[in-house]
């Protein structure tokens, strides 16, 4: 059997024995089991095409710690869905929460550090990371209120509407304070999902983590906008005349002053293909 076939098939077969110690030990529904084997499978399958897509044969050195990550996100999954229907364990989700929160600063140093820094191992982080969010906002709507909900839905929102808006799919150029929003999501709603807050402050709390993320999303949408390819094309086509009076001046003309028009049309990439820095919603 390959490796592209072993890597992932592995982390569903840990994330799987992660379930059943979840079982025996805090106690898993029957909707619990089947939303982290559920995600489970999802993660192997998407990681496999990923891989085959690029021609990989294996799975990277960071690609396996986000791997890791990932099957503790399972494991988050499964006792948040167990939760609805009374108490979560909290003893458990919150120490299991931290460790795939801090993992997410490790696999970017492996991957620096061992040169394998790809466009899959980036979207894989990506994808693991919005889920998180969107589950940790699932698990603390009921004490904050659903309007929380948003902080989990807004990159899924915004990879819905580049399905309807082209512009919306351009390449961002590296904005480290997007990573600093990415990563204080996760911070603030374990937090809050601890439990150690009053209420009020605890909504609190989750505002101002919407409330950044919300100015993160705001300034790329903008950016997106302003850089569109339509705009640059029209920014073109009208620098164009400029440019032929310019070369059509008389040969005494001992100057000739030709127009610096910057080249500023983003490239326009497939979802799949998008890097880390389209966004960390996170």
């Not at 499964?78 to 009374?86: F, K, P, R, S, Y």
């Not at 620096?112 to 998180?132: I, K, N, P, Y």
Request: aromatic fraction near 6%; charged fraction near 15%.
């Amino acid at each position: 059997m390959s490796r592209v076939r072993t890597g992932p098939v592995l982390g569903l077969t840990v994330q799987t024995v992660l379930l059943a110690g979840l079982a025996a030990t805090v106690g898993l529904d029957v909707a619990g089991w089947l939303a982290g084997l559920g995600y489970g499978v999802a993660t192997c399958v998407a990681l496999r095409r990923g891989l085959r897509r690029r021609g990989a044969d294996r799975l990277g050195p960071a690609d396996r710690v986000t791997l890791a990550r990932g099957v503790l996100v399972g494991g988050v999954t499964a006792l948040v869905v167990t939760g609805l229907d009374g108490a979560t364990a909290l003893g458990v989700l919150v120490p299991m929460t931290a460790v795939a929160l801090a993992l997410d600063a490790v696999d970017g140093w492996v991957a620096r550090r061992t040169g394998t820094v790809s466009a899959l191992g980036a979207r894989f982080d990506m994808e693991v990371d919005a889920f998180l969010i969107l589950v940790l906002s699932v698990q603390v709507a009921p004490a904050v209120g659903p309007w929380v909900l948003a902080i989990g839905g807004l990159r899924y929102a915004f990879v819905a509407a580049g399905r309807l808006l082209p512009w919306l799919r351009g390449a961002l150029p590296p904005r480290f304070w997007r990573k600093v929003v990415a990563a204080a999501q996760g911070v603030l709603l374990l937090v809050v999902a601890a439990d150690l807050l009053a209420r009020p402050a605890a909504a609190v709390l989750a505002a101002v983590a919407l409330a950044l993320l919300v100015e993160s999303f705001g300034h790329d949408v903008g950016w997106l906008w302003w850089h569109r390819p339509a705009r640059v094309a029209r920014v073109a086509r009208t620098a164009a005349p400029t440019a032929a009076t310019s070369l059509a001046l008389p040969r005494g003309s001992s100057v000739v002053a030709l127009p610096s028009v910057p080249s500023v049309r983003p490239r326009v990439e497939a979802l799949a293909d998008r890097p880390f820095a389209a966004h960390q919603p996170v």
